[in-house]
């Protein structure tokens, strides 16, 4: 367990609401989808997943293992140094260092992260001067990891392309593949909250409700439970930790690229009273200058597109004037006649 010193609650933070028909739903669910990437065949399971959550959990991934346990320990000896040695490298502007703050725009959590570019190195600059020629290694570290969480998910778009039925297999995967992706890698650290535990029982809000603004993202955490996912109906669902696996989200792009077939899946995440959650993230975007529209072939019949085209430019670029919460889509959806 990753057990890292804990900073003081300086700042007002929103707690989820729990409701009776919550609680019911939670009931109901038949639990996360899980693909077993060994067996054949997993395309039409990959599509069913994302039509009906736009999550899923990931087995026999093929991600070395020694490859997730060095960045899981570069990562909790930078989130267990000073608080003072950490702000050097920040603030995230957009890449580095942050804590609490999420975003330009007024959002916070019960979080620090290290957030990096994956196309160009210069995010590792702020590191040098902590970690001096260690600094290095870590960025070796995270760009073997990158590199086969990458080549992960690049396949699980494939399958999705074939389960689609579309012509073109990397129809998806090669906007991941591009020299020119503009992808992130992102670090959570969430200490744990035990300031509430008697309170009301209710957990404080880590990371707010959200969806990712990209193309696929593809997460691994700790044991340290914390993740939740919204359902159609509005009903949030606590997705059990398991350190072995993986999930893979939904991004805004791949909505709009499947014509509203795929769901865009909105999560969040609360802190745990006793233990730190880390978690890692890869998320999978195209290049700037990138046509993001739906497929013609996934338009079916009479349907209509659904959105306006606009480049993935234009998205990051409205994406990081919204609040977390925000409906991003919103901007670029077309109002039926
Ligand atoms: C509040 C914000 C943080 C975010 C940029 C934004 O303005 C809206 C989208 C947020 C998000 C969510 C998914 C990823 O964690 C992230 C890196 C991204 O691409 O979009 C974050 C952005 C961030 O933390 O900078
Ligand atoms: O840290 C997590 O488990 C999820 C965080 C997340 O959704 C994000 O960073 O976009
Ligand atoms: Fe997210």
Redesign the pocket.
């Known amino acids: 367990m990753v057990v890292l010193s804990k900073p003081a609650i300086t700042q007002h933070f929103s707690k989820p609401k729990h409701t009776a028909a919550a609680a019911a739903a939670a009931l109901s669910f038949p639990g996360v989808p899980l693909i077993d990437l060994s067996k054949p065949d997993p395309q039409t399971q990959l599509v069913k997943a994302c039509e009906e959550f736009g999550f899923f959990k990931v087995t026999n991934h093929g991600v070395p293992i020694h490859s997730i346990r060095e960045l899981e320990a570069q990562a909790v000896k930078f989130f267990s140094l000073p608080s003072s040695d950490k702000s050097k490298a920040g603030p ?1 502007d ?1 890449f580095g260092y942050g804590d609490k703050k ?4 007024g ?1 916070v959590g019960w979080v620090e992260y290290l ?1 990096f570019t994956t196309n160009n190195q210069s995010s590792y600059h702020k590191f040098s001067s902590i970690f001096g020629e260690a600094a290095e290694n870590f960025r070796c570290v995270v760009n073997e990891y990158v590199a086969a969480v990458k080549k992960m998910a690049c396949e699980i778009l494939e399958m999705l392309a074939e389960g689609l039925k579309i012509q073109q297999r990397d129809a998806f995967s090669k906007l991941l593949m591009d020299e020119q992706s503009d992808s ?1 890698f ?1 670090l959570n650290h969430y200490p744990p909250c035990p300031e509430f535990k008697e309170s009301n029982g209710r957990n404080l809000i880590g990371f707010g409700e ?1 969806t ?3 193309i696929i993202s593809v997460l691994r955490s700790n044991n340290t439970s914390g993740l939740q996912i919204s359902l159609k109906d509005g009903n949030w669902i606590s997705v059990p930790a398991d350190q072995d696996s993986f999930f893979v989200n939904v991004g805004d792009s791949l909505q709009v690229m499947t014509n509203g077939r795929f769901k865009s899946v909105k999560h969040r995440v609360v802190t745990n009273t006793s233990k730190s959650r880390l978690s890692m993230i890869y ?1 999978g975007g195209p290049p700037l200058s990138e046509k993001i529209a739906p497929l013609p072939s996934l338009i079916k019949g009479e349907e209509d597109s659904l959105y306006k085209e606009f480049t993935w430019f234009e998205y990051k670029k409205s ?2 004037k ?3 919460a925000d409906n991003r889509l919103g901007l670029f959806e077309k109002i039926a006649a």
């Open positions: 995230p957009p999420i975003g330009l725009n959002d957030l992130v992102r959200h990712d603004p990209q998320f994406a990081y919204s609040r977390l």
